[in-house]
């Protein structure tokens, strides 16, 4: 049965996320097992040890927008930066995203244009424009078959969380913050069910079937 399941992990972290799953996961269902690094602006399978690529340069955009937040004093000395690709990560920070958003548009609404900001329990990520994690639900249709639907867990669902593209398709759950959308991004769990306990109250409540998994009808038992 479990052949038959693909695991998908879009994260904003880099090869750690590799090398910690190896140490506890069969190698076996490596292939099964589908991680995008740096909030999936590079995907790979867990068997394979050459992703995430470190090779390519760094999105002259997000380095100009950068250079811009330091001129107007918009991040502060104290925030570190690690710089990627694809992704400038911001910790530290003494403001959120949406203020950021909004002390950006302030001065120079048109800078918006050139980048992504999402943020994370831990960070902000400024990330390239193509930079989505829709990509890894492609990616996983692509490898393994178009016939069967995703579902997405996540926490953060809400704009300008880094989940809240992730948790606008169809089939989508939130272990913490929702979305406006009544069609998706449900939270079904209890108030102090969130983060990775929310994450294990949904998948012990899954119920297998051939080709398919349902809710058990005693999810209630299970959180």
């Given at each position: 049965?479990?052949?038959h399941?693909?695991?998908?992990?879009?994260?904003?972290?880099?090869?750690?996320v590799?090398?910690?799953?190896?140490?506890?996961?069969?190698?076996?269902?490596?292939?099964?097992?589908?991680?995008?690094?740096?909030?999936?602006?590079?995907?790979?399978?867990?068997?394979?040890?050459?992703?995430?690529?470190?090779?390519?340069?760094?999105?002259?955009?997000?380095?100009s927008?950068?250079k811009?937040?330091?001129?107007?004093?918009?991040?502060?000395?104290?925030?570190?930066?690690t710089?990627?690709?694809?992704?400038?990560?911001?910790e530290?920070n003494?403001?959120?995203?949406?203020?950021?958003?909004?002390?950006?548009?302030?001065?120079?609404?048109?800078?918006l244009?050139?980048v992504?900001?999402?943020?994370?329990?831990?960070?902000?990520?400024?990330?390239?424009?193509?930079?989505s994690?829709?990509?890894?639900?492609?990616?996983?249709?692509?490898?393994?078959?178009?016939k069967?639907?995703?579902?997405?867990?996540?926490?953060?669902?809400?704009?300008?969380?880094?989940?809240?593209?992730?948790?606008n398709?169809?089939?989508?759950?939130?272990?913490?913050?929702t979305?406006?959308?009544?069609?998706?991004?449900?939270?079904?769990?209890?108030?102090?069910?969130?983060?990775?306990?929310?994450?294990?109250s949904?998948l012990?409540?899954?119920?297998?079937?051939?080709?398919?998994?349902?809710?058990?009808?005693?999810?209630?038992e299970?959180?």
């Amino acid at each position: 049965m479990m052949e038959h399941f693909v695991i998908g992990i879009a994260t904003g972290r880099g090869k750690s996320v590799r090398i910690d799953l190896q140490k506890i996961l069969p190698e076996e269902f490596w292939s099964k097992v589908c991680i995008g690094y740096y909030n999936c602006s590079c995907i790979g399978t867990l068997d394979d040890n050459n992703s995430p690529s470190t090779d390519t340069l760094i999105d002259p955009n997000l380095t100009s927008f950068l250079k811009f937040l330091k001129k107007e004093n918009i991040i502060t000395k104290n925030v570190k930066v690690t710089e990627r690709a694809s992704q400038i990560t911001l910790e530290n920070n003494v403001i959120d995203a949406i203020t950021l958003v909004h002390l950006v548009e302030k001065i120079d609404k048109k800078k918006l244009g050139s980048v992504k900001i999402v943020e994370s329990s831990h960070s902000i990520d400024l990330l390239s424009q193509n930079v989505s994690k829709l990509d890894l639900i492609n990616f996983i249709r692509k490898t393994y078959s178009q016939k069967y639907e995703v579902l997405c867990i996540g926490d953060r669902g809400k704009w300008p969380g880094n989940d809240f593209e992730l948790l606008n398709t169809p089939y989508s759950l939130s272990v913490d913050e929702t979305s406006e959308n009544p069609n998706n991004c449900w939270n079904f769990l209890p108030l102090q069910h969130k983060g990775e306990l929310g994450s294990i109250s949904y998948l012990k409540s899954f119920r297998l079937g051939k080709g398919y998994f349902e809710f058990n009808p005693k999810f209630s038992e299970f959180t």
